[in-house]
């Protein structure tokens, strides 16, 4: 798509926005039946191709949900190569995908008024 008048915005930059705001919740809802590791989180991102991310963004908000106190890690053996980092969600990561999920459909309902015709 073209940019618009202002030459700012485009509709892959929308979409990289609109990506980068819901993917942590993304992630949260992925470790919400079970741990995972990071592959499995990559490969499940790329199933829904809008939310596809590379390492070098899913790694970085790994650590982050880490810090926050959101996911919590444990190395368990591979039996094929090396041992894995798996990441699961804390009562707090749960309370927080808990509050994205309870909020996301006015969130959306809110912006399809403006945005529907």
Known sequence: MEPDIAGKFSVGKAER???KGALEHCVLALLR???RYGVQLLE???????MAAGQGTIYPLLSRLRRDGLVETRWQESPIGPPRRYYELTPTGRAALKDFTDIWP???GAVDQFIVD
Request: charged share 25%; hydrophobic share 40%; aromatic share 6%.
């Open 33 to 35: 039946d079970g741990p």
């Open 44 to 50: 499940a991102l790329e199933a829904g191709s809008v």
């Open 17 to 19: 926005q609109l990506r």
């Open 106 to 108: 006015h969130f959306r």
